[in-house]
């Protein structure tokens, strides 16, 4: 038996600490999500539940590895049973379609590589095609909260996963809002990156030019930590860009529709409320607010289901549904087909692109320095309500969700209160691709309901204080929030202090020094002075002078140490000293 108690929702630093600790194994945390899922298994959330003989080879490849150089060390994680898993079958929600790939998806290599360990593969509305999580010959999967309601989907199974305590985060996807939808309704947050920011390379497309990789987690730090090791370009994905981790700050305004939104469904008006006090919550960060005609967005909306981009579901999926009569959903299969309308041409195709085109360069232009406020979801459904009315009940679901990566936008959400008992409610927050470091701090604020602070220092840190790195959170603690990569003046040497564990130290010299590379933090003055005095000797707080010749605080090292330390000052960067972390 474990030394301690397994809790109910469980995130990424809990379970981290427990295991630098050593008062918890992996393999003992693994054994009781393997038991949840056993006592869950009416709630329909896994196609391959979770099995010791799947995760064993995860475990023991734990065993040589380094716990502080894999950030993601022995964390469990859920699959969306349409991203690939090496030996492990892939559905997409459909038996007859299901493949036994040997290669994990881009994505699940990364995060496999990090450390995490991937438990099992979770139920979908088939093909990706729903918001519900109804739409499954797997079965319905239950709401976490309120089994009579829908949990969301598509990515239903990845959802209530988490939310059930049964993975610290989960990879969904989302085209049209499929990670967003199913974090609201049960009570999580919901990471939309920009389009091509992580790799579909491994992933059943459902509209291959507009689909995402997506992440469930309980705490939006764990979500952007996820971010951080599944980001980045790949050479063999034709939808892959190369957008780097996003550069922290906050909004110079908040959008908010100008005009009443519509709620549906038989909680719409606990929706309408939840909404009203989230709105009030987000004046109260002290954000300049800009109130703004949502039609753009809607237009952009309908561009998706009522225009030719259905054709891209079909295109990829035509030849499997007319080979194999009735093995689709029958509800899916009729959305498929909707695709092979003879009105959808080349002609309209092409007027539907240059109309979303005209779209895309007025939202960028209004979102510039700006984030987008909406309702994650305007309601729910119970789950006998959506089967009695498939079409229009998803329909609604994505109200406020399907413009998103129509006009290349990014997206995360978050909860914002509830609706009712057992019934969340969340909002979102959108930028364009270029600006994702906004909705982060935009959340990031809203979430520790903390008016913004307007008396802020800049800090500049080299070490271990860095993203990604162990005392990332110790920053994040007294409210920092990233701003920008930068380099030192070519005046300074880096030493590696014989420290447990290493850290380094930042000395200026009068000639002979080294440029360094180092990371600019904001931090609220309030917060400067108790985070200075927990600095160790012979590390401190100076000024640091970049190599624009500005100068700002941060950490500096006294000269004398060098006498006992290791220079590496031709390395430029901890990140590129040897088992640094």
Known sequence: MSKVEIPNKLTLNWLRKRYENKDLKPEEVMKEIIQRAKEDEDMNIWITPPRMEHIKPYLDNLTESNFKSLPLWGIPFAVKDNINVANVPTTAGCAEFSYTPKEHASVVERLVEAGAIPVGKTNLDQFATGL???????????????????????????AVSVARGQAVFSLGTDTAGSGRVPAALNNLVGLKPSLGAWPTKGVVPACASLDCVTVFSHH???????????RGFDTEDPWSRNLSIPQRKLPKKICLPKDPLPFYGPFAENYKKAWKEAVEKIKQLHIPIEYIDYAIFSEAAAVLYDGPFVAERWADLREFITDHPGAAFPVTEKVLRSGAQSKYDAASLFNAMHKLQALKRKAFNLLKDAVLVTPTAGGTWTRDQVRADPIK???????????????DLCAVAVQAGEAGEDLPFGITFFASASDEGLIESAAEAFSHKKPVEKETTLVAVC????????LEEQMLEFGAAFIREDVTAEKYEFIKLPTEPSKPGLIKRKSGGKAIEIEIWEMPLSSFGAFAARIPAPLGIGKVELQDESEV???????YAAEDAEDI?????????????
């Open 220 to 230: 939006l730090e764990d979500a952007y930590k996820v971010d951080t090791v599944a």
């Open 393 to 407: 009940t998803n329909s609604d679901m994505g109200l406020y969700t399907n413009h998103c990566n129509l006009l």
């Open 569 to 581: 000052s031709g390395a430029g960067s901890w990140r590129k000293v040897p088992l640094s972390i």
């Open 553 to 559: 605080p941060g950490f500096i090292c006294e000269g």
């Open 463 to 470: 070490g271990l204080h860095m993203r990604g790195f162990p």
């Open 132 to 158: 519900v999580g109804t739409r499954s010959p797997y079965g319905e999967t239950h709401n976490s909260l309120r089994k009579e309601l829908i949990s969301g989907g598509s990515s239903s199974g990845s």
